[in-house]
C-alpha cells in the first residue's frame, strides 16, 4: 500500500503560478515513473505530466508550455510547478505511481478572477 498526499493548491487569479507537491510513502519512490493527473468534476481524470525514475519528463500538448514537473527522491516528493494560470486549469489534482492503483485525496486548484 502506498499513501499520497497532495497539497498546494488554492484559488489563484489568472496568470499566476501555483507549485503542488505530492509525499509518498513508498520506500522505493525512486523506481517509480510518477505522474500528475486533473480530474475536472464531469469529465474524465486526464493526465498531464508524467517523469521517469531517471528525470526524464513528458508532458500533455495542452499543458507542456507552462506545467513542470519535478521530483526529489531523497524527500520521496513528486512537484508540479504551473505558470500562467488559466481558467481550465480549475481542476483537482492527483499524482499516481504509474501502473498502481494508489491515489491521494488530490489538491484543488481554482484559476478565477
Known amino acids: 500500500q502506498v499513501h499520497l498526499v497532495e497539497a498546494g493548491g488554492g484559488l489563484v487569479q489568472p496568470g499566476g503560478s501555483l507549485r503542488l507537491s505530492c509525499v509518498a510513502t513508498?520506500?522505493?519512490?525512486?523506481?517509480?515513473?510518477m505522474a500528475w493527473y486533473r480530474q475536472i468534476p464531469g469529465k474524465q481524470r486526464e493526465m498531464v505530466a508524467v517523469?521517469?525514475?531517471?528525470?526524464?519528463?513528458s508532458y500533455r500538448d495542452s499543458v507542456k508550455d507552462r506545467f513542470t514537473i519535478s521530483r526529489d527522491n531523497t524527500k520521496k516528493t513528486l512537484y508540479l510547478r504551473i505558470d500562467n494560470l488559466k481558467p481550465e486549469d480549475t481542476a483537482i489534482y492527483y499524482c499516481?505511481?504509474?501502473?498502481?492503483?494508489?491515489w491521494g485525496q488530490g489538491t484543488q486548484v481554482t484559476v478565477s478572477s
Open positions: 513508498e520506500s522505493n519512490f525512486s523506481h517509480y515513473q
Open positions: 517523469i521517469t525514475p531517471d528525470f526524464t519528463a
Open positions: 499516481n505511481p504509474s501502473g498502481t492503483p494508489f
